[in-house]
């Protein structure tokens, strides 16, 4: 049903994907808010590689319009500007909601707090009854609980939706010995352990998303959302940014 497709079965490396996108992204060469081109992008990415029959979840963040952290400097006081946080999260994801279905992809919108007119509470099986159906679903305003980000919720919804990956989409391609934009001579990772991005102290995601992940088996993929295929690539096991592993 609902134009879910499982005939290019043959061609995925994951039938189920946890996608997270930065916030701040789609600003594209803006400084704030949502940028309709690079929204435009992403969603004609994200419709390639469902059209091959993967299911999808999606956790967006909220960086290009509020984070909790910022809150301190204009007198908002840290779990009222986490809360903040979680609401700009939830307009990137109504956007992006928008614009897959404009795309023609059915999609579904799940809230880490009750926003009723708006969208569903995050329920588990439901979530995974609406992967079945081949609708995408975007989680909303985090986990619901201030002091986390969204990183850790695309880790812990990963784990409880069976996600085979988390596929974070930066504008680094990958993970690399040293910040890359400050040492020319940083190389990049093809393939990393958990245990050695500890070791050496690489910045991939904080620590409660990346100990969920090591904890729990998950691999994550750290790659460049902004190059045009490279998610469809990444998808048809193709080496794309960084995978990392448990060994
Ligand atoms: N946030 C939170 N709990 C969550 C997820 C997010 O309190 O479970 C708040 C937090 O203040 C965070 C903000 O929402 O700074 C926006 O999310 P994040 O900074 O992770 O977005 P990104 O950096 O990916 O754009």
């Known amino acids: 049903m609902i134009g879910h497709q499982l005939k290019n ?7 189920r994907i946890l996608l997270k996108l930065s916030g701040e992204a789609l600003m594209g060469d803006n400084s704030y808010g949502i940028d309709s081109k690079r ?25 290009n319009i509020f984070r909790g952290v910022q809150a301190g400097k204009v007198g908002i006081d840290r779990v009222q500007g986490d809360y903040m946080g979680m609401l700009a999260t939830l ?26 007119s708006v969208c569903e509470p995050f329920i588990r099986r439901r979530a995974i009854r609406h992967l079945e159906k081949g609708r995408i ?58 245990q050695e991005v500890y070791e050496k102290n690489l910045n991939v995601m904080d620590m409660t998303a990346f100990t969920l992940c090591q904890e729990n088996n998950l691999p994550i993929i750290v790659f460049d959302m902004n190059k045009t295929d490279n998610l469809l690539h990444l998808i048809q096991g193709n080496e794309v940014g960084t995978l990392i592993t448990s060994n």
């Open 137 to 194: 679903v975007i989680f909303g305003a985090g986990i619901g609980n201030p002091y986390f980000t969204t990183d850790s919720t695309a880790s812990l919804r990963a784990i409880e939706i069976e996600a085979e990956v988390v596929l974070k989409g930066t504008r680094v391609d990958g993970v690399y010995t040293a910040d890359p934009e400050k040492d020319k001579n940083a190389t990049r990772y093809a393939n990393i352990t958990f």
């Open 91 to 116: 307009i990137n994801a109504m956007a992006l909601q928008s614009s897959l279905e404009q795309n023609g992809m059915y999609t579904r919108l799940m809230s880490g707090i009750k926003v009723e």
């Open 9 to 15: 079965y043959s061609k995925m490396k994951y039938k």
């Open 39 to 63: 929204l435009q992008e992403y969603a004609t990415e994200i419709k390639n590689v469902h059209d091959l029959g993967v299911e999808i979840a999606i956790v967006i963040g909220g960086g």
